[in-house]
């Protein structure tokens, strides 16, 4: 009997996976499961009640992770006011407000991380860390968690995630993702873009994201007093594409196209108009292919001013000199000395080293608190290695911004448990000028752990000395 009910609980579980997440805002349901967006890799943590002064925190989970807010696209997103009410299988949810998943608290980006199959909701700070005081700081009291009266914001942390709902008082349009073929032939067609990495868009662009099951959206429009539907790609993610952009996350977008800039739809019959985008919600504008049912030649469509629909799509010219922009942290540099030789790195010099690595790592605070993550870096044997040699008798020496040192043998460095590597990038993002844009780390597979004493910050200087 033991023996059937765990074969029973097992496909109960198996089809639990399989049935994927509900979303729902007012009438409007859409549901997803891991295959149905693009993911990526995140590792977090959260922090437990703490009856006493030393920190409860659990350890790092890596996810496979689909962030939260691409989903809630498909039924509209979220406005000022709304709630959001994350419920798991088992009946347990948690409450948070719109700027808890829109504003970019100190809780981070929020995702749906999948774990052994099963779909969690998180967050994703920074420096990987949910901590009780990021948690009261961002949600208050009201949406805090708490656990015998103590913060906890492990309540956050959602298991087994069965239903995601808006919880608002707006009527919304909902965009209900298709994976359906467009009914008859697609007309060929291509759109210029000027001023970006590439040089058009195509009718074979658009049909392969549809095969893809991609960024296709179907909307209802209301204009004129008629109402009309379009199958659809946001404009973002087009502009996105057309830049090589589309490795950026959603939210990095999000705040490029709120800092302002401007693009210029033009159709064929030579009808031209530019609008800022500080002037039009990202999620509101698209490109639409298909109008009721039937192709139509590529057409700008949203809930956007009448002067903003351009049908016969030419071509998009984005204001590049506004548009660019270039992490200014790439500039900053390193410099190496060894052997009377002295050169200089910037971080985008180092990025494209064939022996930058991406791996995790993190260091343990004198108090017992861990911070860690996946950092992106160069190993520091093969960095030395640009100079000199690195030899048994080395040393290697780090000057700080700020003029403290730190030694390291040359065993030390070879250590077979990990890789030590000068990092500049921590869980995909530039670290900051505060700590630091570099820093000393061992990573590994194993996320090999280190006293926070020898992981150097704020290196400006790496020395190797002791060459005799």
Known sequence: MKKLLAIMFTVLIAIASIAGITVTCNDSTFVFDRGDFPSLRVVTRFEGPQPSSDRNGSDYIEYEAIPLISVLEYVGGMREGDLLKIEADDGYSKLFPFGAIYGRTALGNPYIGYREEKPYFIFVP??????????LASLGEEYSHFYDGLPSSKGLMVKSVSTIRIETSRTVSPLIMETAAFPGPSPDWTVEIKGSGKKEISSIDFEADEADGGHYVEISLERK???????????????????????????QYRELWEGGFDITLTSVDGYSVTFNTLD??????????????????????????????VKGLASIELDTERYSYEDPRLSVSLVLKAGGLEREFTIADLEAKSYYVENYGQYITSSGGKHGGLYGGVELVKLVGELVELKPTSTIRTVASDGYETTYSAGEIESADGIWIVA?????????????????????????????????????????????
């Open 424 to 468: 500049f990038k921590l869980d995909g993002d530039y670290l900051p000028e505060d700590p630091g844009y570099f820093r000393t780390i061992k990573v590994g597979p194993n996320m090999p752990a280190i006293e926070s004493r020898r992981s150097a910050k704020m290196v400006e200087i790496i020395e190797v000395i002791d060459l005799e």
């Open 225 to 251: 007093g008629e109402t009309n539907t379009y199958r659809a790609i946001p404009l973002w993610l087009v502009v996105a594409a057309a830049r090589e952009d589309e490795q950026k996350r959603f939210s």
């Open 126 to 135: 920074d420096d990987g860390e949910v901590s009780n005081e990021d948690m």
């Open 280 to 309: 039009v919600p990202i999620e509101a504008i698209f490109i639409a292919d298909e109008e009721n049912g039937e192709k139509i030649a590529p057409a700008i469509v949203g809930e956007i001013s009448g002067k903003l629909w």
